[in-house]
């Protein structure tokens, strides 16, 4: 057994795939995940990978050692930072094999990965993703992990609303539909985006292989948290809720968008969110050291990111 799933006796060692990384200040997520990157190419002489790094400002990065000399792995840069929409883009443009797997340089996916997402399109699928799972015993992990289970639940029950840190196409559907929209400039909302033209071009059915996982790294902080959210609303969400707007109005982050909504509704929410932003009952610092019990803790969370967003719809980052 492999975590949950039959080992696969066949060989996909013939199978040609360019893994696609992008890569923004997070070296030592890349260094961490080198070794892994070397067994695969040892084990898939098809296999390539794109290491996108979108404009990094950390100084002072060295190659990993192991990548030194190795033909198919692949360091492309871009100047500035455009966003993961146009990385995952270049990546997948600058290679020519059968299927495109992206995967982010957080995720660390289990032993056999490559031969579970192989076998899944041997048997016809053309889009394949795997589960996530967050590591360590923190409150973030626990939250993510029932996230986590909750999406693994919709999706096999029908729901094709999936992520994409964790995935795999046949190059040609992207080609078809010119990859992942690049006016998502900053965080969130391009995986919304591309699965709803691949459901508008191809009507597609992905495959879920919900007991193959990649493991990745909790968040760090409730700040970092809210910062990402409050970016999704001031800039992502206005181009989805333009591409997509009936879609987007069946999601729960309508509910929270400043944009959709009258002055009166808006008004207790700018209350809330200065209330948290100026950490008026010190709420940040009891998260972050999680002082208070979790189903608190959670409810606290999934508050002060809906109200994170609702600021960032607000106009106030622009």
């Not at 060295?62 to 198919?72: A, D, L, Q």
């Amino acid at each position: 057994m492999l975590g949950g799933v039959l080992t696969i006796s066949m060989s996909f060692e013939n199978y040609s795939a360019d893994i696609v990384i992008p890569l923004y200040n997070n070296w030592s997520a890349l260094v961490a995940l080198s070794s892994e990157i070397e067994r695969w190419l040892d084990v898939y002489p098809l296999l390539n990978v794109f290491v996108i790094d979108d404009g990094s400002s950390e100084p002072g990065f060295e190659w990993p050692p192991v990548f030194s000399g190795n033909s198919r792995l692949t360091l492309i840069r871009h100047m500035k930072n455009r966003g993961r929409a146009s990385a995952r883009n270049t990546g997948f443009r600058a290679g020519n094999s059968e299927f495109v797997i992206f995967l982010d340089v957080d995720c660390v996916p289990q032993d056999g990965w490559l031969d579970h997402f192989f076998w899944g399109a041997q048997s016809g699928a053309n889009c394949i993703f795997g589960n996530l799972r967050a590591d360590g015993r923190s409150y973030w992990s626990r939250y993510l992990n029932e996230l986590y289970a909750k999406k693994a639940s919709a999706y096999l029950k029908g729901s094709r609303d999936f992520n994409t840190p964790f995935c795999m196409f046949r190059r040609e559907l992207l080609d078809r539909i010119g990859g992942f929209s690049e006016e998502y400039t900053r965080y969130g909302f391009e995986d919304r985006d591309l699965i709803q033209n691949l459901i508008k071009s191809f009507g597609i059915s992905p495959l879920f292989l919900a007991d193959v996982y990649a493991t990745h790294s909790p968040p760090t902080s409730v700040e970092a948290v809210l910062t990402k959210a409050s970016e999704s609303g001031a800039y992502s969400a206005k181009v989805f809720s333009q591409r997509f707007p009936a879609c987007y109005r069946k999601t729960g982050y309508w509910y929270f968008d400043a944009r959709e909504h009258s002055v009166a509704y808006c008004f207790p929410l700018s209350v809330l969110w200065l209330s948290i932003d100026k950490n008026v009952f010190a709420l940040k610092k009891l998260m972050d050291n999680e002082f208070l019990p979790y189903l608190v803790w959670k409810s606290l969370v999934k508050v002060s990111s809906a109200l994170a967003f609702f600021h960032g719809t607000t106009g106030a980052l622009r």
